[in-house]
Every structure is written in structure tokens, then in C-alpha cells.
């Protein structure tokens, strides 16, 4: 598919085109999101440029999730602030047509951005407004490991006996999808692409864990490693007594803390919470003496299905 009003003209040397990549070159449109984990059903389409000679200089994935689709951009590093805003533009737009024509009405940026951010701007130009926000919070790693250590050896003999932790590397993510989805946060598809063996940048298969009780999965905690810190993006307890959801969460933390080195690589641990619900995150991050970073947004266009006459 070729989209001929994509083309944006600046000057005769900045003339470019949106256009699906054949398949001989889908190898070369990947390599814009090789730092990214992205769906196999993901679309792709790239910004060509022709002069001074053909090369790619932006992409878009996009990817249906149920009743809404999400999609990324990237672009070549050193684009000018004119040329990168115009291609984005173009990109979004082709997006936007792709999703309309699939008959879905929502369409999600599938990145947490910050008000730092210039793509926050720019999504607000085309139409995007804030959907939810996230609270981040950050603990030193040595505080964390001593807090939680402390706290298993003061608790340990109230542990129910047939609770356990097992890494997530025994389990599929099938055993926890229902929860997860459940407390909104993460979707079924970014699950299962984090909990892949071959993810670069996905879950830490062995630190990662699932609470039993006995056969009856009750609680996970879900981590990725970026640089020197685990962050935390699942960590549901799903109890209703609240001292044993207190000691469900000590457990999942206690399974990170025996198996690393607290004078290791890992300097921080990194939560996440809505703005609103999880607040119970928001809370275990301040007790165990950690400092709040500034909020992540997620950014939503919505369109209006109007049926043919």
C-alpha cells in the first residue's frame, strides 16, 4: 500500500514518503525498534527519503489489543527538529487510517512518557490527549535488601505452610494473566512478549516470582532489569486479609533479595503505580524509604465509528 498524501514537502531535499516496507526490507524497518519488544502481529510502516540517495528515516508499528490498538515511533538519531516533526506527523496520520479502516476505535501510544518528553507535544498536536498517568518511585537497592531480610526473618514463622515463591522460568504467563489483567496493569499481549526466554529486555526470569498457596497462584511480582536497577512493573497480592496480603508481599520481595548479591550490580528498585488505584504500591515504596520521581504518561486519540448510510 502506498499512501500518496503522505508525501511532505519542505524543500526539494527533504521530499519523503510513507509507505509500507516490502518484505525484503522488513529487516531494515525493525532495526528502528531493536531496543523495543513488539508483537508478532505488529504493521509497520516507514518514511523513505530519496535525495540525496533512498534511505529510512522513521517507522511506525502499530498493533491491535481487543477493542483498542497501540503503536510506536522511532527515527534516525540527528534529524532536524522540522524534518522529524513533519515525518512524525505524516506517520501518525497513515496510522490513524490503518486503525480506522480496521474499525477500531481507540488508538494508544505504547510508550510511558514523561512531561520532559518532546513526543508529548507532538501527539497533543495531532489529536492525542492524556489518558492515565503513573507514579514512579525509586528505593536504594542496599535499603531494600536489608528492609525485606529484616522483615522475613521477624515474619517467617507466621507464613501460611503451604505458601511458596517459584520463578516465573517454571510457569507459563497463563498462570497469572487473569490477575494481571484484572488489576489493569499490564495488557495480555506486553505479558507474554516480557515473559519470552529469547526477550532482551524482558522479565528477569529467575527474580521474578509467583506466590502458591499450595496449587493456587495468589500473588506475582514481575521485574525487568534496565541498567543498574530491577523495576517493578507487576506486584499484585490477591488476598483480602490484609495482614497476609502485608505478608504475600514481603514473600515476593524476599525471593528478589535472597537471590541477589545486595552489593552487586543492582543499585535501585523502581515501582510503578496509577495515579490512582495501586496505591498500596505507592505506599511500601515510601516506608521502605524511597523517593518519588516525577509521573509517566500514557497518551490516547478516539475516534468516532459512524456507521455508512
Not at 497533543?124 to 537497592?141: C, D, I, T, Y
Not at 495480555?188 to 524482558?202: A, H, I, M, Q
Not at 490484609?242 to 515501582?271: C, M, Q, T
Request: overall charge positive; proline content about 5%; charged content about 30%.
Amino acid at each position: 500500500m502506498s499512501f500518496s498524501d503522505s508525501t511532505t514537502t519542505q524543500s526539494a531535499t527533504d521530499q519523503f514518503t510513507v509507505r509500507e516496507p516490502a518484505l525484503e526490507e522488513t529487516r531494515r524497518v525493525q532495526h528502528f525498534f531493536r531496543k523495543m519488544i513488539l508483537p508478532a502481529q505488529a504493521r509497520f510502516l516507514v518514511a523513505v527519503k530519496r535525495r540525496p540517495f533512498e534511505r529510512f528515516i522513521a517507522s511506525s508499528a502499530w498493533w491491535p489489543e481487543g477493542t483498542l490498538a497501540r503503536f510506536r515511533l522511532a527515527s534516525l538519531p540527528g534529524l532536524p527538529d522540522g524534518t522529524r516533526n513533519e515525518v512524525v506527523k505524516a506517520l501518525v496520520r497513515c496510522v490513524e487510517d490503518e486503525v480506522l479502516s480496521s474499525k477500531i476505535s481507540s488508538l494508544h501510544y505504547a510508550e510511558l512518557l514523561g512531561d520532559e518528553s518532546e513526543m508529548c507535544e507532538i501527539l497533543r498536536q495531532n489529536g492525542f490527549k492524556l489518558w492515565r498517568s503513573e507514579r514512579h518511585f525509586e528505593v536504594a537497592g542496599l535499603d531494600a535488601w536489608t528492609r525485606v531480610v529484616r522483615m522475613f526473618d521477624k515474619y517467617k514463622s507466621e507464613f501460611p505452610t503451604g505458601w511458596r515463591t517459584d520463578p516465573i522460568r517454571l510457569h507459563a504467563p497463563e498462570v497469572v494473566l487473569n490477575m494481571v489483567r484484572d488489576y489493569r496493569l499490564m495488557v495480555p499481549t506486553e505479558l507474554r512478549n516480557y515473559w519470552r526466554t529469547d526477550s532482551p529486555v524482558g522479565f528477569e526470569l529467575d527474580l521474578s516470582s509467583i506466590l502458591f498457596d499450595g496449587t493456587t497462584s495468589i500473588g506475582a511480582l514481575l521485574t525487568r532489569r534496565v541498567q543498574d536497577a530491577l523495576c517493578i512493573d507487576v506486584r499484585i497480592v490477591k488476598l483480602e486479609n490484609r495482614r497476609e496480603r502485608a505478608l504475600g508481599n514481603i514473600a515476593l520481595l524476599h525471593h528478589i533479595a535472597a537471590r541477589r548479591d545486595p552489593y552487586g550490580p543492582i543499585k535501585w528498585l523502581r515501582f510503578r503505580a496509577g495515579e490512582i488505584e495501586h496505591r498500596e504500591t505507592a505506599n511500601l515504596a515510601i516506608r521502605m524509604g524511597g523517593r518519588e520521581l516525577l509521573p509517566r504518561h500514557v497518551f490516547a486519540k478516539t475516534f468516532d465509528l459512524m456507521p455508512l448510510p
